[in-house]
């Protein structure tokens, strides 16, 4: 395992930060939207990018706004490193969801589409596939949210909450980033990497947990929100690629939820 040079990009977001944390071995460079420019890039020299920016469009963004933090931040990216004399590594932070279930999905979708037609022998792109990753102090964060609401013994609205889906604590994203990034040379020169624990919850099932363990008075509203148009019923990552090169989850929703309670 050599130390290497990685460029993070949205320094300033919870998963960003966390991966950063976990790169003590490693020179890092903290890259966001303000301090961003072509030379900062090509004068670091970096021998990867974890490129983390990511609007999900729910603060009434425009489109425009969304696919510029989601498809255009990320190709001038690519635009800019593809003047580097060395060989470089893309790391993308990518979603489970498919294609079509919103906004957010869609434009990233069509970046991961754009790195797989860009990638070559001198530009590896891999796309992180991420399942409902979650922590301590995670903000915009469904499980954030319900924890809170728990705690405050307030009614809190929800779907039907039989769609299940595939939670991971933030320790374990981190580890699961610094395994490909120890065996990237491993993989092909495009690749998906689901990142997840493999095992899937109901929603119901989660939130009833929360319930239970902060010994919350809030009355959970199953039904009285409306699924979403394209709600697919399972999402579960498929971890054998990760496991292929050593790493499994460390923690259990159990365990997890605890951390974070």
Same mark, same amino acid.
């Given at each position: 395992?050599?130390?290497?040079?990685?460029?993070?990009? &949205?320094?300033? &977001?919870?998963?960003?930060?966390?991966?950063?944390?976990?790169?003590?071995?490693?020179?890092?460079?903290? #890259?966001?939207?303000?301090?961003?420019?072509?030379? #900062?890039?090509? $004068?670091?020299? @970096?021998?990867?990018?974890?490129?983390?920016?990511?609007?999900?469009?729910? $603060?009434?963004?425009?489109?425009?706004?969304?696919?510029?933090?989601?498809?255009?931040? /990320?190709?001038?990216?690519?635009?800019?490193?593809?003047?580097?004399?060395? @060989?470089?590594?893309?790391?993308?932070? +990518?979603?489970?969801?498919?294609?079509?279930? $919103?906004?957010?999905?869609?434009?990233?979708?069509?970046?991961?589409?754009?790195?797989?037609?860009?990638?070559?022998?001198?530009?590896?792109?891999?796309?992180?596939?991420?399942?409902?990753?979650?922590?301590? +102090?995670?903000?915009?964060?469904?499980?954030?949210?319900?924890?809170?609401?728990?705690?405050?013994?307030?009614?809190? @609205?929800?779907?039907?909450?039989?769609?299940?889906?595939?939670?991971?604590?933030?320790?374990?994203?981190?580890?699961?980033?610094?395994?490909?990034?120890?065996?990237?040379? =491993?993989? =092909?020169?495009? =690749?998906?990497?689901?990142?997840?624990? /493999?095992?899937?919850?109901?929603?119901? /099932?989660?939130?009833?947990?929360?319930?239970?363990?902060? $010994?919350?008075?809030?009355?959970?509203?199953?039904?009285?929100? @409306?699924?979403?148009?394209?709600?697919?019923?399972?999402?579960?990552?498929?971890?054998?690629?990760?496991?292929?090169?050593?790493?499994?989850?460390?923690?259990?929703?159990? =365990?997890?939820?605890?951390?974070?309670?």
């Amino acid at each position: 395992q050599k130390e290497m040079k990685i460029l993070v990009t &949205g320094a300033n &977001g919870y998963l960003a930060k966390h991966l950063i944390s976990s790169f003590s071995e490693h020179t890092v460079y903290s #890259l966001t939207r303000e301090n961003w420019t072509k030379d #900062l890039l090509l $004068n670091f020299k @970096p021998d990867l990018i974890v490129h983390t920016i990511a609007s999900y469009a729910r $603060n009434n963004e425009t489109i425009s706004e969304t696919y510029e933090s989601n498809l255009f931040s /990320g190709i001038r990216l690519l635009e800019a490193a593809s003047e580097l004399v060395t @060989p470089l590594t893309f790391i993308n932070c +990518g979603t489970s969801l498919v294609k079509e279930t $919103n906004l957010y999905s869609i434009s990233k979708a069509q970046f991961v589409e754009f790195g797989r037609f860009i990638s070559s022998d001198r530009l590896q792109f891999i796309n992180m596939k991420l399942e409902h990753f979650y922590g301590f +102090g995670a903000l915009n964060n469904f499980l954030s949210f319900i924890v809170g609401e728990c705690k405050k013994n307030i009614d809190i @609205p929800l779907t039907s909450g039989y769609q299940k889906r595939d939670f991971i604590y933030i320790d374990d994203v981190c580890e699961a980033f610094n395994s490909v990034i120890n065996n990237k040379d =491993e993989f =092909e020169c495009f =690749e998906t990497i689901d990142v997840g624990t /493999g095992v899937c919850n109901s929603i119901r /099932g989660v939130v009833e947990k929360i319930k239970l363990i902060t $010994n919350s008075s809030s009355n959970l509203r199953f039904g009285q929100v @409306p699924l979403r148009q394209n709600e697919v019923a399972e999402i579960r990552a498929d971890i054998t690629k990760l496991q292929s090169i050593g790493w499994n989850p460390r923690h259990t929703l159990d =365990e997890g939820l605890l951390k974070i309670i």
